[in-house]
């Protein structure tokens, strides 16, 4: 039997899988528009929070308006997340812009200039 410590980090990873195919087919908010990845889900080890982050690619406004759309459909997910997971309590869902792309691109965009020699 596995330890029961890293139970929160097994319904995390369900969350995960169970968000993002809601996102992918389910959800029907025109707000949610982009490419949106669900790159990863912390669950508090009582399960009573569980913060999800996406990635959105896209413009900025896409990315705001698709966070609203989350937002307003987190009840909807979360009921279903219950009841697909078999969840005594659902976790109270958080949805966190990831940016660790664009920061990503950012920092290598910035090496191969300081890889460049210098113009004189």
Not at 23 to 31: F, T, V, Y
Not at 45 to 56: K, N, T
Not at 57 to 77: I, N, V
Not at 99 to 114: K, T, V, W
């Amino acid at each position: 039997m596995p330890p029961a410590g890293h139970r929160h980090e097994r319904v995390a990873e369900e969350i995960r899988h169970e968000v993002s195919a809601m996102i992918a087919g389910e959800l029907k908010d025109p707000r949610i528009s982009g490419l949106v990845t669900v790159t990863g889900v912390r669950v508090t080890p009582d399960l009573r929070r569980a913060q999800i982050f996406v990635s959105v690619l896209g413009q900025e406004s896409d990315s705001a308006s698709t966070m609203a759309g989350l937002q307003a459909a987190a009840g909807f997910m979360r009921r279903e997340i219950g009841s697909r997971l078999h969840l005594w309590r659902s976790p109270e869902l958080f949805f966190v812009l990831d940016d660790s792309g664009a920061y990503g691109d950012h920092i290598e965009r910035l090496l191969r200039q300081s890889r460049k020699p210098p113009a004189e």
